[in-house]
């Protein structure tokens, strides 16, 4: 069961374009949807996250978009630079002191200079 | 890594023994996580604890238990470890249920 799909696994892009990793939920209940970003050796840091009342939030060169209506949400990275080269992974939960947090399966992406 | 310290960090153990995990932190948060990753299945989550002596099962539970006495610890335990149970092991915390801050992670290996 997986409640939060994400795509594409791996992704390579030339230094300077647009890097897009998609992801679609299933729990309508859903109300946070967090982007973390992991480096090899490192534990998973949150990027950046956004709420579904918001169709789009952007922190420098990180976008995400979010489509309540397909349940679809994605991350944007402008201008990638080699430096981006990490593991992301989409996320989704609930304001509610028992929810959890369910991470998607993650999109290896690299930057070639 | 906001106060989060796991040990052991790496750990090679045989088949059918009991190995235990362990995930400390000084941030006081009250949420406390175990996941686990694998190439192709992301983080999925093992078990999760929203207090004291509270915690409650994740997607991928079996084979694994889990304490938390005190606040600042929370201890998974492989209770008869399988090849399957290879994986990397991660320790997150959340002063609230939407936050994860991860640890360093653990590497296990069952040969």
């Known amino acids: 069961q997986q409640q939060v799909k994400q795509s594409p696994q791996s992704l390579i892009v030339q230094k300077g374009g647009i890097s897009i990793i998609n992801c679609a939920y299933e729990?309508?209940?859903?109300?946070?949807f967090p982007w973390y970003q992991q480096f090899p050796g490192k534990g998973p840091a949150l990027l950046i996250a956004?709420?579904?009342?918001?169709s789009e939030k952007k922190e420098g060169r990180f976008t995400i978009s979010f489509n309540k209506s397909a349940k679809q949400f994605s991350l944007h990275i402008m201008d990638s630079q080699p430096g981006d080269s990490a593991t992301y992974f989409c996320?989704?939960?609930?304001?509610?002191?028992?929810?959890?947090?369910?991470f998607g399966s993650g999109t290896r992406l690299s930057i070639r200079p | 890594d906001a106060g989060i310290t796991q040990s052991p960090r790496h750990k090679v153990t045989e088949t059918g023994t009991p190995v235990t995990l362990r995930c400390h932190q000084t941030?006081?948060?009250?949420?406390m996580y175990w996941y686990r990753q694998d190439p192709g299945h992301g983080l999925r989550l093992i078990h999760y604890s929203y207090g004291v002596k509270d915690t409650d099962k994740g997607e991928v539970s079996d084979g694994y238990s889990v304490s938390r006495s005190k606040t600042e610890d929370f201890l998974l335990t492989l209770e008869s470890a399988t090849s399957s149970q290879t994986s990397v092991y991660f320790c997150?915390?959340?002063?609230?249920?939407?936050?994860?801050?991860f640890g360093q992670g653990t590497r296990l290996t069952v040969v």
């Open positions: 956004i709420r579904p009342d918001v």
């Open positions: 729990n309508t209940a859903f109300d946070y």
């Open positions: 997150a915390t959340g002063l609230i249920n939407t936050e994860a801050f």
């Open positions: 996320a989704a939960t609930r304001y509610s002191s028992a929810s959890k947090i369910i």
């Open positions: 941030e006081n948060h009250r949420y």
